[in-house]
C-alpha cells in the first residue's frame, strides 16, 4: 500500500471549515483514499473514501487531486465534538481492508 | 447500525497469565481483525480472518494465536501474556468481498495492562 504523509497536528475554529491535507505521492491507480477519525478513548470511525472523484457524504467531503497524489478532508462546520486524530489512509479495496493506519493529524476544534 | 462489541474494556492481569480478549460482532460480517494501538505506533494488525475457522497473521502475530469458530465472534488469546503486550486492543470487522465498501467497523477498545 502507498504510504501518505499528514501534518502532525491543526487547530481550527469552530464553527468554520477544517482542510485537512494528505500527500499520497505513490498512490497506485487502483488504491483508494479512505479517512478515518478516532475520538479519545474510542475505536476509529470510517468517515469518506473515494477514487478518483470527489465525494461528499453526511460527515465530510474528500477532494482528491487529478493526479491522485493528494487530497484533502473538509469538514464544513467544525464543531467542539469533531476534535480527534483524523486518519488518511490508501489501500487497494481488494486487500481485504488490511488497513494501515499512520500517525494521523490531531485536529483541536477550539470555541 | 452495525455495532462491534469487545467484552472488556479495561482489564488488569499479571505476566504469565492466559488472556482472552473476545469480540463481537451483529451485521453478519465476514472480515473481522485485531489490531493493537500504542503511543507513537499508531495502529498495528495482529490477525484477521475472513471466515470462520479461517484466520491469517497480521504485521506483528508473535504472542498472539486467535479463534473464530462462530462468524461472528473473533477472539485473541494471549497465551502468556508479557508487559510489552500492555496496550489499547481494537477489534474491527467488514463486509466480504460482495459489497463490500472498505470501510471498517471498529470496537471501542479494551485497553489491557500487564504487571
Known amino acids: 500500500d502507498a504510504k501518505t504523509t499528514q501534518p502532525t497536528s491543526m487547530d481550527c475554529a469552530e464553527g468554520r471549515a477544517a482542510n485537512l491535507p494528505c500527500n499520497h505521492s505513490t498512490i497506485s491507480g487502483n488504491e483508494y483514499v479512505y479517512w478515518y477519525r478516532q475520538i479519545h478513548s474510542q475505536g476509529p470511525q470510517y468517515i469518506i473514501h473515494?477514487?478518483?472523484n470527489n465525494e461528499t457524504n453526511e460527515m465530510a467531503s474528500l477532494i482528491i487531486t487529478e493526479d491522485r497524489k493528494s487530497s484533502t478532508l473538509i469538514l464544513p462546520h467544525a464543531t467542539l465534538r469533531d476534535t480527534a486524530v483524523y486518519y488518511c489512509i490508501v489501500s487497494v479495496k481488494a486487500a481485504g481492508n488490511k488497513l494501515t493506519f499512520g500517525g494521523g493529524t490531531r485536529v483541536l476544534v477550539k470555541p | 447500525d452495525v455495532k462491534v462489541t469487545q467484552s472488556s474494556r479495561y482489564l488488569v492481569k499479571r505476566t504469565g497469565e492466559k488472556v482472552f480478549l473476545e469480540c463481537v460482532q451483529d451485521?453478519?460480517?465476514?472480515?473481522m481483525f485485531w489490531y493493537r494501538q500504542d503511543p507513537g505506533l499508531g495502529l498495528r494488525l495482529i490477525y484477521f480472518s475472513y471466515d470462520v475457522k479461517m484466520k491469517e497473521k497480521g504485521d506483528i502475530p508473535e504472542g498472539y494465536s486467535v479463534s473464530r469458530e462462530k462468524k461472528e465472534r473473533f477472539s485473541l488469546i494471549l497465551e502468556s501474556a508479557s508487559t510489552n503486550q500492555t496496550s489499547m486492543y481494537l477489534c474491527?470487522?467488514?463486509?466480504?468481498?460482495?459489497?463490500?465498501?472498505?470501510?471498517?467497523?471498529f470496537g471501542e477498545g479494551s485497553r489491557l495492562t500487564v504487571l
Open positions: 473515494g477514487l478518483k
Open positions: 451485521m453478519d460480517h465476514e472480515n
Open positions: 474491527a470487522s467488514s463486509l466480504g468481498t460482495s459489497g463490500n465498501t472498505g470501510e471498517l467497523f
